[in-house]
C-alpha cells in the first residue's frame, strides 16, 4: 500500500510541485533582478531603468527612460519616489510609478512635455515566455488513464510496474535467502543484485521504446513482469521442501 501511494499519487504530487516552483522562478519579472543603485538595461533593450532600493516589492526613487518611440509614443524620461512591477500573460514588463514627473520627447522641439502624475504606468520590456506543459512524471494517475498519448501509456506502465515489483521481488528474496553454510552469508547477494539491476534496467528500456512507439503499448511492460514473476514461481518451487528431498535423494543415491 505504500509503494502505491507513493507510485500513484506521492511521486507525481511532488514533480508537480517542482515544476511549478520552477515555474514561478521563470516567472519573475525582470525587473526584479535588476540590482538596486546601479543603471541597467531592459532585456529588450528598449529602456533604462535605475531602482535606488527595494523594500520588498516596493521600489523607491525610481527612473525610467525610454528612449526608444514605440509607434505614437516619443521617447521619455520618468521619475518617482516608489512604484512596483508586474508582468502581463504575454511577458510584458510594466513598472507602476506613483508620484512622479514624466518629461516626453526632445527638449528642442514643440511638442515636448512635462507631466506630474500620482500613478503612471509604463512598458519597459518583454521577456519572452516560455510555454511549457507538465512532463508526464507530474501528472496525476487519473489522468493518464485512457490517455492514447504513447508517453502517457508508458507513464502508467511505469507506475504500475513499481508497485508489482514489490511482492515479485519479495518473492524472489525468500529463496534466495536460504544459504549453505559452506557458501557463506554473501553468496546470494551478487545474483539478487543482479535481478535487481537487470529488471529496473528492461522496464527503463522498455518504457523509453512504448514512448518512441517500437513496442507497442499492449505489449508494454507486461512481458517483464510476467518472467519476473515466473522466476520468483521457479525459485520458490527449486527451494521447496519436496524439491529438496528429492535433491537430497539423488543425492545420496550417487554418494551410495
Given at each position: 500500500s505504500v509503494a502505491a501511494f507513493n507510485s500513484f499519487w506521492l511521486s507525481p504530487w511532488s514533480q508537480d510541485k517542482v515544476e511549478q516552483m520552477y515555474e514561478e522562478v521563470a516567472a519573475e519579472n525582470s525587473v526584479d533582478l535588476l540590482p538596486k543603485g546601479k543603471f541597467e538595461g531592459t532585456p529588450d533593450g528598449s529602456s533604462v531603468v535605475f531602482i535606488d532600493d527595494i523594500d520588498g516589492n516596493k521600489l523607491e526613487n525610481v527612473f525610467v527612460a525610454q528612449m526608444r518611440p514605440r509607434d505614437s509614443v516619443l521617447p521619455s524620461v520618468m521619475y518617482s519616489k516608489s512604484g512596483d512591477v508586474k508582468e502581463l500573460s504575454d511577458g510584458r514588463q510594466v513598472i507602476v510609478m506613483y508620484d512622479?514627473?514624466?518629461?516626453?520627447g526632445v527638449p528642442t522641439r514643440l511638442d515636448y512635455m512635462v507631466t506630474h502624475f500620482e500613478e503612471y504606468e509604463g512598458l519597459i520590456g518583454q521577456r519572452e515566455v516560455e510555454k511549457k506543459g507538465r512532463d508526464w512524471e507530474a501528472i496525476p494517475t487519473l489522468d493518464l488513464v485512457g490517455n492514447p498519448n504513447k508517453s502517457a501509456k508508458a507513464e502508467l506502465q511505469w507506475r504500475i510496474s513499481l508497485v508489482l515489483c514489490i511482492p515479485l521481488l519479495t518473492m524472489l528474496v525468500v529463496p534466495l535467502s536460504a544459504v549453505n553454510p559452506r557458501q557463506g552469508r554473501f553468496a546470494k547477494i551478487g545474483p539478487a543484485i543482479l535481478i535487481y539491476?537487470?529488471?529496473?534496467?528492461?522496464?527503463s528500456a522498455t518504457k523509453s521504446a512504448i514512448e518512441e512507439g517500437t513496442i507497442p503499448a499492449v505489449v508494454g511492460m507486461w512481458p517483464i513482469?510476467?518472467?519476473?514473476?515466473?522466476?520468483?514461481i521457479g525459485a520458490n518451487f527449486t527451494d521447496s521442501v519436496p524439491v529438496r528431498r528429492l535433491k537430497e535423494k539423488f543425492k545420496n543415491k550417487r554418494l551410495a
Open positions: 512622479g514627473t514624466r518629461h516626453e539491476l537487470t529488471y529496473f534496467l528492461a522496464i513482469n510476467a518472467l519476473l514473476l515466473i522466476v520468483a
